[in-house]
């Protein structure tokens, strides 16, 4: 069974602080919705760059906490 994971909840800056949207176990098959790095706002090559809010760039769908991962 494939776990999915929508771009509903996201992040714009790493930090061990961010609550886990997901647990899985080692090996779980997940499926990731995610945004381009502009949340998908650009929808023409005539929107000017100062319409971007430049705090919500490059967002990353998570995070997912994986049970039994290791670090090294």
């Given at each position: 069974?494939?776990?999915?994971?929508?771009?509903?909840t996201y992040i714009c800056a790493m930090s061990k602080d961010n609550e886990p949207v997901m647990r899985v176990v080692s090996g779980t098959e997940v499926e990731i919705e995610t945004y381009?790095?502009?949340l998908n706002k650009?929808?023409?090559?005539?929107?000017?760059?100062?319409?971007?809010?430049?705090?919500?760039?490059?967002?990353?769908?998570?995070?997912i906490y994986v049970e039994e991962a290791v670090c090294n």
């Open positions: 069974m494939v776990k999915q994971l929508s771009n509903d381009d790095c502009f650009i929808e023409s090559e005539d929107m000017p760059f100062n319409e971007i809010n430049w705090d919500q760039v490059n967002p990353a769908t998570g995070p």
